[in-house]
């Protein structure tokens, strides 16, 4: 069966929703790493050395596990998007590329067309 050409409100391609609600958590988590090693350091300062290289480790860990996890469902949406539009491409003829409202006085039909 035909892939429909038309497509209409409710035929839309997949929700960004997720991928931005996971996006921003990454950046969140990102920004939380500093302050997390001033709050470690501070801790180890005080005493807890053990709590405050366990603090460091896991905002770490949370961050890069955010960002692998964003990015991943960000190539994933961008494979669904891709698959689920139809980008058709099509070659372009000379008198296509001709404007009517080029007045320069020169006669460019033909003229070659090349791509620098």
């Not at 996006?23 to 990102?30: E, K």
């Not at 405050?52 to 994933?76: D, E, H, K, M, Q």
Request: glycine share 10%.
């Amino acid at each position: 069966m035909a892939r429909q050409t038309i497509r209409y409100d409710g035929d839309r391609g997949p929700s960004a929703k997720p991928l931005i609600v996971l996006t921003v958590l990454a950046v969140l988590l990102l920004v939380a790493v500093p302050i997390s090693i001033l709050v470690a350091l501070f801790m180890i300062v005080f005493g807890h050395v053990t709590g405050g290289f366990a603090v460091i480790g896991v905002t770490l860990l949370a961050a890069i596990v955010s960002v692998v996890v964003a990015g991943a469902s960000g190539i994933r949406h961008l494979q669904k998007i891709v698959e689920y539009k139809s980008f058709r491409v099509v070659q372009l003829g000379r008198r296509e590329y001709h404007y009517e409202g080029d007045n320069c006085g020169h006669d460019h039909s033909n003229d070659e067309i090349r791509i620098v």
